[in-house]
């Protein structure tokens, strides 16, 4: 047999190989694993970056979370100062005294909701004339219900019949009675909303939580 007969037969023979399917066949299922691993891989990190981003961080977490807030400062006729942020709205705690609450039972002519009728703007706890847990002490956010800009404290004549104190927006003058309440005729559509909150004691309240002491 010559050099040339011999190459011929070594030809055959891998082409038999491949027709059986001997070597190359498990060539063919090790290239495919292989591809499909890689394929799972870069789908893996495409998704990562959604996954990322849609996972809450840390500093998101805690925007979220309940706030303790310590008045135990605060004397009748104030609004604790600094303010509280939770979830990264103001929190408006008042301290309203004898004259102020009797106020909020009798002075409601002027009030656009004075009973409290829209169920988002308050927990059911705070359906009263004072809009609270304890008719002294007032939580609201403290964000105007129509545009959104933070309003004053204003602790006397922000009625002009009455002289009643209250909140008022700057904005475009909008104006709240002391338990949060709007008045007819202004931009603002609703009450101020009282956050969900609890007493921890007689001076401490923790936003984010509703339950009793």
């Not at 829209?118 to 009263?128: L, T």
């Not at 609270?132 to 956010?141: A, R, T």
């Not at 007819?184 to 939580?209: C, H, M, W």
Request: glycine share 8%.
């Amino acid at each position: 047999m010559s050099d040339g007969d011999v190459a011929i037969v070594s030809a055959k023979d891998d082409n038999k190989d491949a027709t059986s399917g001997g070597v190359n066949r498990d060539r063919r299922y090790f290239l495919i694993q292989a591809t499909s691993a890689v394929a799972a891989v870069g789908v893996l990190g495409a998704a990562w970056p959604f996954v990322k981003y849609w996972t809450p961080s840390a500093k998101a977490r805690a925007a979220g979370a309940p706030v303790k807030i310590d008045f135990s400062k605060l004397v009748p006729g104030e609004m604790l100062s600094p303010i509280v942020a939770w979830r990264g709205k103001p929190i408006f705690v008042v301290w309203r005294d004898n004259q102020a609450i009797e106020s909020l039972k009798s002075d409601t002519s002027d009030l656009a909701d004075p009973d409290s009728l829209n169920p988002d703007q308050q927990p059911e706890f705070a359906v009263n004339a004072w809009r609270s847990v304890k008719p002294e002490i007032g939580v609201y956010l403290g964000i105007c219900t129509h545009l959104g800009c933070s309003p004053k404290y204003v602790l006397t004549d922000n009625f002009e019949a009455s002289g009643q104190g209250g909140f008022f927006c700057p904005c475009h003058g909008s104006k709240f009675d002391l338990a949060g309440r709007v008045v007819k005729g202004v931009p603002a559509p609703d009450n101020l909303q009282v956050p969900p909150y609890r007493f921890v004691s007689d001076t401490v309240i923790v936003i984010g939580e509703e339950g009793t002491a």
